[in-house]
C-alpha cells in the first residue's frame, strides 16, 4: 500500500507516529509493552491493518474510533487525545483511492455473461446452430410448440393467486383500520395515547445500560465526564477502573443509593443532567456531546451547548422519534445511551 496523497498527507502521517509513539511508551509501571498480534486481538483488527495504523513510513488512517481504544488501552496521556482526536477527524478527509479492480470488472466493449448480445433476437438468446442437450433436433417442431398450453395455464394459476393475495390485503387493511380506529377512540377518551404508544417501543423505551468497573470507551467516559459535571475528580479517560468505581460508591451514597459502584438505572437517573440553553455544566455538554458523535450525528465537542449543538440534538431527538426539544432531557439521554456502538469490557 502505497503513502496517503492529498492536503490532508502530513495528518495521517502525523496520527500514526503518535499512535507509534503510545505504543512505545506503553511499557511503564511494570507492565509490558504487549504485542502487535495481542493488540490487534483486543482491539478487533487484523494485525497488518494495525502495522499499518503504526507505521509512520506507510501509514493508514485509523478510525476516531480505534484511536480512542488504543489511548485507552495503552493508557496514553490524556493531554495527548484531544490532538490524535483532531488528526484523526483531518486524516479521514483525505479524498478516497480509486480501486485498481472497479466494482464491475466487465470491460465497456464486452457483452455480460447473462445479457442479449446487440444483434440477436431477445425471444431466442440460443445461437441458430446450436441445439441445447435437453431439446428435440430442429426438425421436431411438434415438440418446439408443445409447452405453451402449460404456460397458458401457469399464468391464469398466478393471476388468480394474485387476485386472491389481492382480495386478502384489503381484507386485511380493513381489519387495521378498525383496530386503530378503536384505538385512537379509547385514546380520546382516557386510555394511553397514540404517541405515547409509539414512544414506548422506540429507542426511549430501552432500558439503561449496566456500567461497571472494567468498561471501556463510551460507558467509562460518559460516566466520567457526568461525574466530572458533579463535581468528582475522575480522569475522564475511557477506562472504569478503580478510581471511577470509587468515586460512583462516593456519589452514591451521597444520593442515598446503594453503593456497589456499578452505574444502573437508578444510579443514572442521578447522574445525567437536564441540558438546556438555561442549564449547561460544561463537563455534562462534553457527555452530551461525545455521545451525540458517536451516533452519528456531527458533533463538535466543546464543552460549549452551542446552536450548532441543540441543531444536532434536534436531529437525533427526530431520526429516534422523540419529542424535537433540543433539550437533552431523561429519555433522550436513555435514547444516547442506547444507540452507542457494542460495549467493550476488559
Request: proline share 9%; aromatic share 4%.
Amino acid at each position: 500500500m502505497t503513502g496517503p496523497t492529498g492536503p490532508d498527507r502530513e495528518a495521517v502521517r502525523a496520527l500514526a507516529e503518535l499512535l507509534r509513539k503510545w505504543w512505545e511508551f506503553s511499557a511503564r509501571e511494570g507492565r509490558p509493552k504487549p504485542t502487535q498480534q495481542s493488540l490487534a486481538g483486543r482491539l478487533g483488527i487484523d494485525q497488518t491493518t494495525l502495522s499499518r495504523y503504526l507505521n509512520p513510513r506507510h501509514p493508514s488512517t485509523a478510525p476516531l474510533r480505534t484511536v480512542e481504544l488504543l489511548h485507552t488501552v495503552l493508557r496514553a496521556p490524556a493531554a495527548d487525545l484531544p490532538r490524535a482526536r483532531a488528526l484523526a477527524e483531518e486524516a479521514a478527509a483525505v479524498p478516497a483511492r480509486k480501486s485498481p479492480h472497479p466494482a464491475d470488472p466487465t470491460p465497456a466493449d464486452a457483452t455480460p455473461a447473462d445479457a442479449t448480445p446487440a444483434d440477436a433476437s431477445p425471444a431466442d438468446p440460443t445461437p441458430a446452430d446450436a441445439t441445447p442437450a435437453n431439446e428435440a433436433p430442429a426438425d421436431a417442431a411438434a415438440v418446439v410448440v408443445a409447452p405453451a398450453p402449460r404456460r397458458t395455464a401457469t399464468t391464469r394459476t398466478a393471476t388468480l393467486r394474485t387476485a386472491l393475495a389481492f382480495l386478502a390485503v384489503l381484507a386485511l387493511g380493513g381489519g387495521i383500520g378498525l383496530g386503530w380506529s378503536a384505538f385512537a377512540h379509547r385514546a380520546g377518551q382516557g386510555g394511553p395515547s397514540v404517541a405515547a404508544a409509539a414512544a414506548s417501543t422506540g429507542p426511549a423505551a430501552s432500558r439503561w445500560p449496566l456500567a461497571r468497573k472494567g468498561d471501556l470507551l463510551w460507558k467509562a467516559r460518559t460516566v466520567q465526564y457526568l461525574l466530572q459535571a458533579h463535581g468528582h475528580a475522575v480522569e475522564a479517560d475511557g477506562d472504569f477502573g478503580a478510581a471511577t468505581a470509587a468515586a460512583v460508591k462516593t456519589f452514591q451514597a451521597a444520593h442515598g443509593l446503594l453503593a456497589d459502584g456499578k452505574v444502573g438505572a437508578q444510579t443514572w437517573s442521578h447522574l445525567i443532567i437536564r441540558i438546556d440553553s438555561h442549564n449547561d455544566p460544561k463537563q455534562a455538554v462534553v457527555a452530551l456531546q461525545y455521545l451525540l458523535n458517536n451516533t452519528g450525528t456531527a458533533t463538535d465537542i466543546t464543552g460549549i451547548f452551542t446552536p450548532s449543538t441543540t441543531r444536532s440534538l434536534d436531529t437525533f431527538q427526530r431520526a429516534r422519534a422523540l419529542p424535537v426539544t433540543g433539550v437533552a432531557d431523561p429519555a433522550t439521554w436513555r435514547a444516547l445511551l442506547a444507540s452507542q456502538g457494542p460495549a467493550i469490557h476488559r
